[in-house]
């Protein structure tokens, strides 16, 4: 790791983006406004990209040649901190930034934010409220799924793609043939992603919430609580309305995020944006997925 002094640094700050992300705009006018220069670290293959100023073209699925790149960017131009727009630069904006000596999050905090079973693990291991929860191989018997299920977990439950984000392929399951039947549809859907392997977990009853805030060496920072006004009780889980402020007694707001506080935590969440979404019922607060992340 470099020894990086930050107060000798210009304030210059690389952002991790795709091509056609809809969120660079708002950083891009937060960053003029703050008087900050960012640098763009737009995944491209490096011999399609057009020379342009202020573009550093990478490979996000090759991290261990983009973090080299921007370790080499950094040496002619330093850099005041790294960061990723979305969970698919994460990994590489926490290697990078842990490699030059600037404030990170742990890198296994951005593996887990790409792998709902790691995060999973993560959030239990680290004593947040999860539901009960099996990882499933894509090629395993659909009688030994049933019967794990059945045992160790029950219904209703819901089957989730470990990787898919948007809540693509998640889908909840009454009973023995709703489950056979989504378990199916969902290992047709990650065939085509290279997919091995999809969750079953317990359906967690209640209200969900989702939580926007920032991290400061690990204490949480509120920015914003929303409700979800729609019932997301399945089967399917498509997300239509945020409401902010929220309309909920302060003290359960207050339980919401000593939860998302304690899930960050358990993830290696240090510094940064950390967008998290739970569900809520009688025996209080549980943690869907907390991500190091701005909300979208």
Known sequence: MLNVNQNNLPKRVLLLTTAHSYRGEAFLQAAKSLEIEVIQAVDMPPGLAQPAPKILPVTFNQPDEAVA???DFAETRPLTAI???????ALIAARAAQALGLPHNAPEAAQAARDKYIMRQMLAAGGAAVPLFHNFSLDEAMEQ???VVQNKIGY????KPRALNGSRGVIRADDEGELVTAVTRVRRLLQPFGGEAYLVEKFIPGFEVALEGVLANGRLHVL????KPDP???PYFEETIYVTPSRLPEETQQVIAEM??????????????VHAELRVNEAGPWIVEVNGRSIG
Not at 260 to 273: D, F, I, K, Y
């Open 83 to 89: 960061l990723s727009v979305d969970d698919s630069g």
């Open 224 to 227: 914003a609580l929303f409700d």
């Open 145 to 147: 799924v049933t019967a």
């Open 156 to 159: 209703p439950c819901v089957v």
């Open 260 to 273: 998302a506080e304690r899930g960050a935590r358990a993830l290696g969440l240090q510094t940064g944006s």
């Open 232 to 234: 997301l009780d399945g």
């Open 69 to 71: 790149a921007i370790v």
